[in-house]
């Protein structure tokens, strides 16, 4: 996968942007509620009467008392779709969510204050306001009497007071819906790009209204399941937070411009907004008061759906007049930011030579020059300059950490890592702490000597590997060896680095299928035997190999094992049962293990008759534990590693070790007690996973649950043994067996590493105390991996234990020692220097929000193990709190404390943020099950920062308004309801789902070229596959689908919905900047709480 796909462009975001004190959120139900009197802001998420955060302190992560917990869910029956298929969601272009103003520029600027008074509040029902009631005017006032986004010495904008249109009408959201599709995975969104509708200059439109629910769908009186709330439609003007988005270069201010008319400065000078819109010139401020009462129907202002009231539309009862609403094109968007990052950082290389730059965006396409420093595709950091001393550091609460991908695929214009070889000496180390050869490490007394860069230590140069050194200092002979000026290679590794002394074997793999009834009922076990025969032919080879090193062995499996014997000199393969599943054993070693091309024929025999074998069983029980334990033994046995790819059903009731019962419990959640089902519910499987990474047996687990299954429980051999695990729910072949395939094929093809130990130095002053991922560890500071896939990360927290130099910046080294697909054993390498510094001003400057959100998401996820998820919560929000109120008591010019003034770098932390609060994890819908949560929780744990980035915030692309020719992706428009237009067909996607929505207006040649039917009506909603047609507009979006699949690790299978449909519900869920169903928050209301918990922490 492309770790650095293009996203959709996005307007830039360089200046100081003011949020507005006068903001109200109209009613959710179809008609406005009577006006009431304003009450004090709510608490984040539901009824909890008020958010009290301890003042700011040293001790990070301190959980605040804010934060109602998640929604109650229930499981999802076999119609839901599978967890796992569906992510968050996108919003469209049209009005931004007031959500969007989450991050600002991180460097001293003025800010605006907007001081338009605010309407009378209507009053919404509290299930669907995660805030309470909306603030008062005078509260709201008060606190936001601006906001700003800071840069680096950037200038602020001059204050001005605006008003706003009319507030987009909130949809009644009470209804019942049935459900509809599987349910397979977790929704997230994507930013969509900002865009104005042209119009008067100054004037702003009225934003759309979204479509009454109660007219779209059935109400709950017509008796139809309660559809979950990850599907449910959301209100308009209201996302998810999404997760971050690529960054701009955050050294470099961005370009001025011209400042609004009326504008006053108040502070440093800062560049002014760029535009958000290519039909404007830049953000048209209105003056107070431009509207009054709500207006009719406007020219080139739609409805976003057909049917939808547009103001003035039908006579009613009077109305109180529109309070003032906050701009949603004000605040921060993600796709402004990951456009400005393309455009500006995408056609210039990124040369690794300099220490501390800091990378661009993980959606920014770009290419990588090492000269020294490891790829950004190799390791990712928080921030690129550490505080010098702890102080600094816990008063910043920025995490220092890192996520490290030591396998990753290199695209094909870049090399992958050079091999040495230092023959039977080995790889040249410190003395003391062992780290290996590097450039960061100088060379003294003429060569015949090199200090080590991580502890100081003079070492002695071995005479075959010395050098002299030029006028410079450098050994002449520098850019000869790949050590000395690359910031990533291998060396090959001596005997002494492999177990009992000896080289190792090449691997294995052990295919483990489950023939019970329900493997057979669906077709699943024929379908995987006919896969079998052809992609033995794909398993992976080193470099220039003919065939693979890999053996293979076969094994089924219900209530009892059978080995099968394929020897090469076999007529017929031959089975041989295991029935005592309590004390395991491998009957065979001879004819277990072989390799492909020599027994094919007795393979083929036996794929073709496994499923004629078991045709008739009734067989419905299972176990697991013995299986792996089977696999373990048969790798022990030939002395080797290995993987097991388990094939299973069902939760493994029979009479085993490992045996588990039923305890889905959804009464746990929202309680004490929920982190239980996280939790296995058995110590067996983690014993049983320590020993298969001491036998170096990697497992990768393929469920097909009709019902629950205990993911928690089944997926901890995966997870501690470096493996995978896939799920799909209500299995089907003629709907799944694309997916399934296309993973399996994916599975078995990617370069693995076995039987690893990686382990992470770091120069004097910090060290790794904490680590993130799947993998083992026996002790503090080796991670140990059964297998590590070239998709695989790994985070790692660092804290001082001493205090830093500015002058020689802070040095980390990966060290991943591991077994190659050939048996060899090798050592790859990575190093990366990074700056120190004394100025907080310069950390923020520095920081990454995408891999600060990829951290923070981990370790939230790891959090709900030990820890009440609203906890787990409560604590993230404190730490963002912190993390905004340092930069604003200490690096922002002082300006008045009703402005919420961000970082440049961290602008999109509130909203990124904002949609992992609302992840399925954290916050689950009715519709998820308990399985669904387990399987994301695991997921994510693995994810590098790219899968994160859009996993969180999904990519919404319209695919209707780019020219037929153009061959790049379509701009992105942000992830909200506001966004869409019926008159167009979108695309979301977030690295698991993957939908095509279509309006309701589409015109009907639209429709005839796309799916080859006359009318809106006839399109078939679900629909999982296009029609191949030969029209521009069909060969476009079928390719834009087929690229975004190959972008992704995992296959994203295609769901088609329609405006108004039933499914449109569970497109909405990962529509991340509207409020969810399931009480998470929008955009604008969990900007409006940060800032309101800033302001806590600095009064």
């Given at each position: 996968?492309?770790?650095?796909?293009?996203?959709?462009?996005?307007?830039?975001?360089?200046?100081?942007?003011?949020?507005?004190?006068?903001?109200?959120?109209?009613?959710?139900?179809?008609?406005?509620?009577?006006?009431?009197?304003?009450?004090?802001?709510?608490?984040?998420?539901?009824?909890?009467?008020?958010?009290?955060?301890?003042?700011?302190?040293?001790?990070?992560?301190?959980?605040?008392?804010?934060?109602?917990?998640?929604?109650?869910?229930?499981?999802?029956?076999?119609?839901?779709?599978?967890?796992?298929q569906f992510g968050q969601g996108d919003i469209q272009n049209g009005p931004s969510s007031a959500a969007q103003m989450q991050r600002l520029p991180a460097a001293a600027s003025a800010s605006q204050q907007f001081g338009s008074p605010l309407a009378p509040v209507v009053s919404q029902p509290a299930v669907l306001q995660p805030y309470g009631p909306p603030p008062t005017s005078a509260q709201v006032t008060a606190q936001l009497a601006g906001m700003q986004i800071s840069g680096a010495a950037s200038q602020a904008p001059p204050s001005s007071g605006l008003g706003y249109g009319p507030p987009t009408s909130l949809a009644s959201a009470s209804g019942s819906f049935p459900n509809s599709g599987p349910y397979g995975s977790y929704p997230q969104s994507q930013a969509p790009s900002l865009s104005q509708a042209q119009g008067h200059p100054g004037v702003q439109p009225p934003l759309r209204s979204a479509p009454p629910l109660a007219s779209s769908f059935t109400s709950p009186a017509s008796g139809g399941p309660r559809m979950p709330s990850m599907t449910g439609p959301l209100p308009p003007g209201q996302g998810f937070g999404s997760l971050?988005?690529?960054?701009?270069?955050?050294?470099?201010?961005?370009?001025?411009?011209?400042?609004?008319?009326?504008?006053?400065?108040?502070?440093?000078?800062?560049?002014?907004?760029?535009?958000?819109?290519?039909?404007?010139?830049?953000?048209?401020?209105?003056?107070?008061?431009?509207?009054?009462?709500?207006?009719?129907?406007?020219?080139?202002?739609?409805?976003?759906?057909?049917?939808?009231?547009?103001?003035?539309?039908?006579?009613?009862?009077?109305?109180?007049?529109?309070?003032?609403?906050?701009?949603?094109?004000?605040?921060?968007?993600?796709?402004?930011?990951?456009?400005?990052?393309?455009n500006n950082r995408g056609s210039e290389p990124f040369v690794t030579g300099v220490r501390g730059q800091v990378p661009p965006l993980v959606t920014t396409n770009f290419l990588v020059k090492d000269q020294g420093n490891a790829s950004p595709r190799y390791i990712r950091c928080t921030s690129y300059n550490i505080p010098c001393t702890s102080d600094m550091a816990k008063q910043a609460q920025v995490p220092l950490a890192a996520v490290i991908k030591p396998l990753a695929r290199l695209p094909p214009e870049e090399a992958s890592p050079y091999v040495v070889d230092h023959g039977e000496s080995g790889p040249l180390r410190c003395n003391r702490c062992k780290a290996y050869m590097c450039p960061l490490m100088t060379f003294i007394e003429g060569g015949r000597r090199f200090q080590c860069s991580f502890c100081s230590c003079i070492n002695d140069v071995p005479p075959q590997y010395f050098q002299h050194l030029d006028h410079t200092g450098k050994r002449v002979?520098?850019?000869?060896?790949?050590?000395?000026?690359?910031?990533?290679?291998?060396?090959?590794?001596?005997?002494?680095?492999?177990?009992?002394?000896?080289?190792?074997?090449?691997?294995?793999?052990?295919?483990?299928?489950?023939?019970?009834?329900?493997?057979?009922?669906?077709?699943?076990?024929?379908?995987?035997?006919?896969?079998?025969?052809?992609?033995?032919?794909?398993?992976?080879?080193?470099?220039?190999?003919?065939?693979?090193?890999?053996?293979?062995?076969?094994?089924?499996?219900?209530?009892?094992?059978?080995?099968?014997?394929?020897?090469?000199?076999?007529?017929?393969?031959?089975?041989?049962?295991?029935?005592d599943v309590a004390d395991m054993f491998v009957p065979l070693l001879d004819g277990f293990l072989v390799n492909v091309n020599e027994s094919r024929a007795v393979i083929t025999s036996l794929l073709d008759q496994i499923p004629e074998m078991f045709a008739d069983t009734r067989e419905t029980e299972t176990v697991f534990a013995p299986v792996i334990q089977a696999g373990m033994e048969a790798l022990k046995a030939a002395e080797?590693?290995?993987?097991?790819?388990?094939?299973?059903?069902?939760?493994?009731?029979?009479?085993?070790?490992?045996?588990?019962?039923?305890?889905?419990?959804?009464?746990?959640?929202?309680?004490?007690?929920?982190?239980?089902?996280?939790?296995?519910?058995?110590?067996?499987?983690?014993?049983?996973?320590?020993?298969?990474?001491?036998?170096?047996?990697?497992?990768?687990?393929?469920?097909?649950?009709?019902?629950?299954?205990?993911?928690?429980?089944?997926?901890?051999?995966?997870?501690?043994?470096?493996?995978?695990?896939?799920?799909?729910?209500?299995?089907?072949?003629?709907?799944?067996?694309?997916?399934?395939?296309?993973?399996?094929?994916?599975?078995?093809?990617?370069?693995?590493?076995?039987?690893?130990?990686?382990r992470v130095r770091t120069s004097t002053g910090i060290r790794a105390v904490d680590f993130f991922g799947a993998f083992?560890?026996?002790?503090?500071?080796?991670?140990?991996?059964?297998?590590?896939?070239?998709?695989?990360?790994?985070?790692?927290?660092?804290?001082?234990?001493?205090?830093?130099?500015?002058?020689?910046?802070?040095?980390?080294?990966?060290?991943?020692?591991?077994?190659?697909?050939?048996?060899?054993?090798?050592?790859?390498?990575?190093?990366?220097?990074?700056?120190?510094?004394?100025?907080?001003?310069?950390?923020?400057?520095?920081?990454?929000?995408?891999?600060?959100?990829?951290?923070?998401?981990?370790?939230?996820y790891r959090g709900v193990l030990n820890s009440p998820v609203k906890t787990v919560r409560d604590t993230l929000i404190t730490q963002c709190a912190q993390i905004l109120a340092c930069y604003r008591k200490n690096c922002a010019s002082p300006s008045s404390a009703g402005q919420l003034i961000l970082p440049e770098c961290m602008k999109l932390l509130p909203v990124y943020l904002n949609c992992v609060l609302k992840s399925d994890v954290l916050q689950p819908g009715a519709e998820v099950t308990t399985d669904d949560r387990a399987y994301v929780r695991q997921l994510v744990s693995c994810m590098d920062v790219a899968e994160t980035n859009v996993f969180f915030y999904p990519r919404l692309l319209p695919l209707t308004k780019s020219p037929m020719d153009s061959t790049t992706e379509p701009p992105a428009v942000r992830a909200s309801e506001e966004r869409l237009s019926s008159g167009d067909i979108y695309l979301l996607e977030n690295g698991l789902n993957l939908f095509v929505w279509v309006g309701a207006s589409v015109q009907q040649g639209v429709v005839q070229s796309l799916f080859n039917v006359s009318s809106f009506s006839q399109i078939t909603s679900g629909l999982s596959v296009l029609p191949v047609l030969d029209n521009p507009l069909s060969k476009k979006v079928r390719g834009l689908i087929d690229s975004l699949r190959a972008q992704r690790m995992r296959y994203m299978k295609l769901i088609v919905v329609k405006q108004e449909d039933k499914l449109e519900m569970l497109f909405k869920h990962f529509l991340v900047e509207d409020k969810s169903l399931s009480g998470g928050a929008s955009y604008v209301d969990f900007l409006c709480h940060m800032h309101k918990e800033i302001r806590q922490l600095l009064s």
């Open positions: 996968m492309n770790v650095n796909q293009s996203a959709p462009p996005v307007p830039p975001f360089g200046q100081n942007q003011p949020i507005y004190p006068g903001y109200h959120q109209s009613s959710y139900g179809g008609q406005p509620g009577p006006a009431v009197p304003a009450a004090p802001y709510g608490a984040y998420n539901g009824p909890v009467p008020g958010y009290q955060q301890t003042p700011l302190q040293g001790v990070p992560r301190a959980p605040p008392s804010s934060g109602a917990p998640p929604a109650s869910t229930a499981q999802a029956p076999c119609g839901q779709t599978p967890y796992g971050p988005v690529n960054q701009p270069n955050h050294v470099s201010s961005p370009p001025a411009h011209a400042l609004p008319p009326g504008t006053q400065m108040t502070g440093p000078p800062v560049p002014p907004p760029p535009m958000h819109s290519p039909q404007q010139p830049g953000y048209q401020l209105q003056q107070n008061g431009s509207f009054g009462p709500a207006r009719g129907p406007q020219p080139n202002y739609e409805s976003p759906y057909p049917g939808a009231s547009t103001f003035g539309s039908q006579p009613g009862p009077p109305q109180p007049l529109p309070p003032k609403r906050l701009d949603p094109d004000a605040i921060p968007s993600p796709i402004q930011v990951i456009e400005d990052d393309r002979d520098a850019y000869d060896r790949p050590e000395l000026s690359l910031g990533s290679y291998e060396f090959l590794a001596t005997v002494d680095y492999c177990k009992n002394n000896k080289f190792p074997s090449p691997p294995a793999f052990i295919f483990m299928i489950d023939v019970s009834y329900n493997a057979i009922r669906t077709g699943l076990v024929r379908l995987l035997c006919e896969e079998l025969k052809s992609l033995l032919d794909y398993l992976p080879r080193e470099g220039g190999a003919e065939e693979s090193a890999i053996r293979v062995g076969f094994v089924t499996y219900n209530k009892v094992l059978h080995f099968y014997n394929v020897k090469s000199s076999l007529a017929q393969p031959q089975m041989m049962v295991v029935s080797c590693a290995g993987k097991l790819f388990v094939f299973h059903t069902s939760l493994p009731i029979a009479e085993a070790p490992g045996k588990l019962k039923n305890r889905d419990d959804r009464k746990l959640i929202n309680t004490d007690k929920e982190k239980t089902l996280f939790q296995p519910q058995t110590g067996t499987y983690q014993t049983l996973a320590k020993d298969c990474v001491a036998q170096g047996c990697c497992v990768d687990l393929f469920l097909f649950p009709n019902q629950y299954v205990d993911v928690a429980t089944l997926s901890v051999v995966p997870q501690l043994t470096g493996g995978s695990v896939y799920k799909y729910a209500c299995f089907q072949v003629e709907n799944d067996q694309e997916r399934f395939l296309s993973d399996l094929r994916r599975d078995v093809q990617k370069v693995v590493g076995f039987d690893a130990v990686m083992y560890m026996s002790n503090t500071t080796d991670v140990e991996l059964a297998g590590l896939d070239e998709d695989k990360t790994v985070t790692v927290e660092f804290k001082h234990d001493d205090r830093l130099n500015e002058e020689s910046g802070a040095l980390l080294q990966c060290a991943l020692l591991y077994t190659s697909c050939a048996g060899q054993r090798r050592l790859r390498i990575h190093n990366l220097a990074l700056n120190c510094c004394a100025q907080l001003a310069d950390l923020y400057r520095n920081c990454e929000t995408d891999t600060l959100i990829n951290y923070m998401a981990k370790f939230a």
